[in-house]
């Protein structure tokens, strides 16, 4: 938890850096708020400030309707090396816990329900199961604000069973009845539109610059202020936009889902992809420690992602030893060819078994290389743990590096240096290798790729 007077700054001057890393808890209103709150700041005495929006429910606290807690950047107190409690959370936040109890959970991740427990409740302030039921009636609370979605189908796409169930679970959490919450809604429009916020600084002309280079024709589309893209997840397919508001440091998304009950780790993922949930400045001011004296730091750099570990291993093969404008004709190439069409402009990725029952003959590249395109996908059909890069070693054509780029792209991991890649040789050579010593950088490594690769 940050120290009072470093909140009392914060929400006095209303620094959006800090929105989502701690919550102000309002005695007199029973009413918490984010840092960036519009509201007439209340005195100091009437004050006192939760890390999580958990806790501060937990202790009696409904959230406001002005700044909307729900819609702050999701992240919960800083938990240091607790990668497991990580996790676990992303996890939750999907609402992986709606469909197991507890113990298959806690079994998933490899531990006991009571240590997971333990975690929770000594980090988050809360145990898994009432964080859980909490997320879900903030995600309902943000499409009751947000959309124009019927009562049933928002209880659905939140993960209850019944409207009954849902209407309970709210007012229990949120203090308000969802009509309430709807009554106060400013937005008319019949489209699923969502904001999503992040932590400035965000330097979006370098992301869409590494996009657009890298963009597949068919199956993403971008603009000066824009990304979007069509999608597989969990069975489920659509599409989404995504435009950029930096006046309001967020996203507004526009999203077509034929599955609603797919709706949060869609966005989870859309959060993935866009690098929204890293706190920048923690960042930076960690690699500023280590970096040698005359380095160039560039402010609000974000990791660009793929939509899935599987399409990130797919585009690095395709990727290895020619250049960025190569590899790009060769996925569009797959793409259009293999992937299943939207409409005679659009496609979807294919699918590992579109890729492995294909002969690839389309292709002018060595034999060897469609094996191992063959041999990925052939991987993701037979096995469960085919998610992890780690057990595509075996597979003869992938390396390290290849490995490597699906975790930094594929799944975001924070914490990966390409070392041998040929842009960070030059991008040391420019630097003059000046005694940049990657590992003192973990575990931002992967932030350390991406400064080097913008030198």
């Known amino acids: 938890m ?4 470093v909140c009392r700054k914060a929400r006095l001057s209303r620094d959006a850096r800090f929105d989502g890393r701690f919550f102000t808890a309002v005695k007199t209103t029973g009413i918490y708020c984010r840092s960036i709150c519009p509201a007439t700041p209340p005195k100091e005495i009437n004050v006192e400030y939760y890390p999580t929006a958990h806790q501060a429910a937990q202790a009696g606290f409904r ?56 975690l929770f409740v000594k980090y988050v ?21 947000q959309t124009q979605l019927p009562i049933n189908q928002i209880a659905l796409a939140c993960g209850f069973n019944s409207v009954r169930r849902f209407n309970d679970a709210f007012i229990k959490s949120i203090k308000l009845t969802p009509t309430q919450i709807r009554k106060s809604g400013p937005d008319n429009s019949d489209e699923l539109k969502l904001k999503l916020s992040y932590r ?22 971008i603009g000066s202020n824009c990304y979007g893209r069509t999608f597989r997840l969990n069975g489920s397919v659509g599409s989404f936009v995504a435009t950029h508001q ?16 797919q709706l949060r780790p869609i966005l989870s993922n859309i959060r993935r992809v866009l690098d929204l949930d890293t706190d920048v400045s923690l960042v930076e001011s960690h690699l500023a420690e280590q970096l040698p004296n005359g380095f160039e730091l560039k402010t609000g750099l974000r990791l660009p992602g793929i939509w899935s570990v599987f399409e990130a291993g797919i585009r690095a093969i ?14 569009t190439q797959l793409v259009t060819t293999l992937g299943d069409k939207v409409d005679h402009k659009q496609h979807y990725f294919p699918t590992p078994k579109a890729i492995a029952m294909s002969d690839l003959a389309f292709f002018k590249m060595p034999g060897a290389r469609k094996k191992s395109l063959q041999a990925l996908a052939q991987h993701f059909l037979d096995n469960e743990e085919a998610a ?4 595509w070693l075996t597979i003869k054509g992938i390396g390290p590096w290849t490995i490597n ?25 420019h630097v003059n290798n000046q005694s940049i010593n990657p590992v003192l950088m973990s575990p931002w490594r992967s932030y350390l790729t991406f400064q080097l690769w913008n030198q």
């Open 318 to 331: 395709l990727g290895q030893q020619v250049s960025v404008q190569a590899a790009r004709k060769l996925v």
């Open 246 to 261: 930096p006046q309001k440091h967020a996203f507004v998304v526009q999203l077509n889902c034929e599955d609603l009950r």
């Open 405 to 429: 780029y699906a975790k930094m792209r594929g799944q975001n991991d924070p914490d990966i240096f390409l070392a041998g890649d040929l842009g960070i040789n030059k991008a040391l050579k």
């Open 388 to 391: 992890n890069p780690d057990t």
């Open 125 to 145: 302030g809360v145990a898994p199961k009432p964080y859980a039921l909490y997320q879900q009636c903030l995600m309902a609370k943000q499409l009751l604000h």
């Open 200 to 221: 400035p600084p965000y330097d979006w002309p370098r992301m869409q610059n590494f996009l657009q280079a890298r963009l597949i024709n068919g199956l993403e589309t």
């Open 2 to 5: 940050l120290k009072p007077k």
């Open 63 to 118: 959230p406001c309707l002005r700044c909307r807690p729900d819609s702050a950047p999701n992240s919960g107190a800083w938990l240091g090396n607790q990668a497991l409690l990580n996790r676990a959370i992303k996890l939750i936040n999907t609402g992986v816990l709606e469909e197991q109890t507890l113990t298959q959970f806690a079994e998933y991740l490899g531990i006991s329900d009571r240590y997971l427990r333990q």
